[in-house]
């Protein structure tokens, strides 16, 4: 397929607004995944730190 401009090709012969928005609405929510994991991540770090630090050995 090709396209005379980058108006046709954002466009998609019309179906651009849902194309775009798909992959917009993707990569939105792709971010919030990563960004989720890394808040359960701390949260579990956070919850076994205390725990380990009384146990030191000398």
Request: no cysteine; aromatic share 14%.
């Amino acid at each position: 397929m090709q396209w005379q401009s980058l108006e046709h090709f954002l466009s998609m012969g019309g179906y651009g607004f849902f194309v775009w928005g798909s992959y917009g609405v993707t990569v939105a929510l792709i971010a919030a995944e990563i960004w989720l994991l890394r808040q359960r991540r701390r949260a579990a770090l956070a919850q076994l730190r205390p725990a380990s630090s009384p146990a030191r050995r000398t």
